[in-house]
């Protein structure tokens, strides 16, 4: 199995920025790709930004290109981290942010792994 476990998430002011972080342990061969997703009230989850397991592709949506940053640290052994740094946050960027993780691309197929999200608020 594998596990994630976000942290970083909270309310901050249009503008600002914040820093989600997500540990992925467990069978940590089983996947390459880690990932964000959000969910905002009454809406269907969508995809943000994922990341392959060397740092060297990464993907984001048209909505947080620009101001949304991935990134990666595998250098322990049992433990990968996926970061996503948040730059010129929007009220609308308010949503539960969930880590994913999956052996395939995660922004085209569903991921076989998530966390269990982290609410993040952005007040106008």
């Known amino acids: 199995q594998v596990q994630l476990l976000e942290s970083g998430g909270g309310l901050v002011q249009a503008g600002g920025s914040l820093r989600l972080s997500c540990a992925a342990s467990g069978r940590i061969f089983s996947f390459s790709v880690l990932g964000w997703f959000r969910q905002a009230p009454g809406k269907e989850r969508e995809f943000v930004a994922a990341i392959s397991r060397s740092g060297g592709t990464t993907y984001a949506s048209d909505s947080v290109k620009g101001r949304f940053t991935i990134s990666r640290d595998n250098t322990k052994r049992t433990v990968n981290t996926v970061y996503l740094q948040m730059n010129s946050l929007k009220p609308e960027d308010t949503a539960v942010y969930y880590c994913?993780?999956?052996?395939?691309?995660?922004?085209?197929?569903?991921?076989?792994?998530w966390g269990q999200g982290t609410q993040v608020t952005v007040s106008s």
């Open positions: 994913a993780a999956d052996s395939r691309a995660v922004h085209t197929n569903p991921p076989d792994y």
